[in-house]
Nanobody
Framework: VQLQASGGGLVQAGGSLRLSCAAS????????MGWFRQAPGKEREFVAG????????SYADSVKGRFTISRDNAKNTVYLQMNSLKPEDTAVYYC??????????????????WGQGTLVTVSS
């Protein structure tokens, strides 16, 4: 499956952005989906995940209450709504697909497919 992330940009602290990740070439509804981010000089970290039928979600503590992950299987797209953005949210954001849908994985190596990343910059 191919993943294409979009929606990144420059926003002031306190602002909002919505990231999208469009999937093609596979059965999107059979994958759990995740969003990760990687800031300069840091390791890639889990941000949010959603299971294949949207019945379960998972969030990193640092984004709980501010970010919301959702998906539209009819459109083969997963979203990340980011509100109350902080400068520390600045990173390249990646979407990923996991064909093991029994659990929402939080470790990058558990994901099978990755998008190219979209840059989010939050200014103070």
């Amino acid at each position: 499956v191919q993943l294409q992330a979009s929606g990144g940009g420059l926003v002031q602290a306190g602002g909002s952005l919505r990231l999208s990740c469009a999937a093609s070439g596979g059965t999107f509804s059979s994958y759990n989906m995740g969003w990760f981010r990687q800031a300069p000089g840091k390791e890639r970290e889990f941000v949010a995940g959603i299971n294949w039928r949207s019945s379960r979600t998972s969030y990193a503590d640092s984004v709980k209450g501010r970010f919301t992950i959702s998906r539209d299987n009819a459109k083969n797209t997963v979203y990340l709504q980011m509100n109350s953005l902080k400068p520390e949210d600045t990173a390249v954001y990646y979407c990923a697909a996991d064909n093991n849908w029994s659990v929402i994985a939080t470790i990058p190596r558990n994901y099978d497919y990755w998008g190219q990343g979209t840059l989010v910059t939050v200014s103070s």
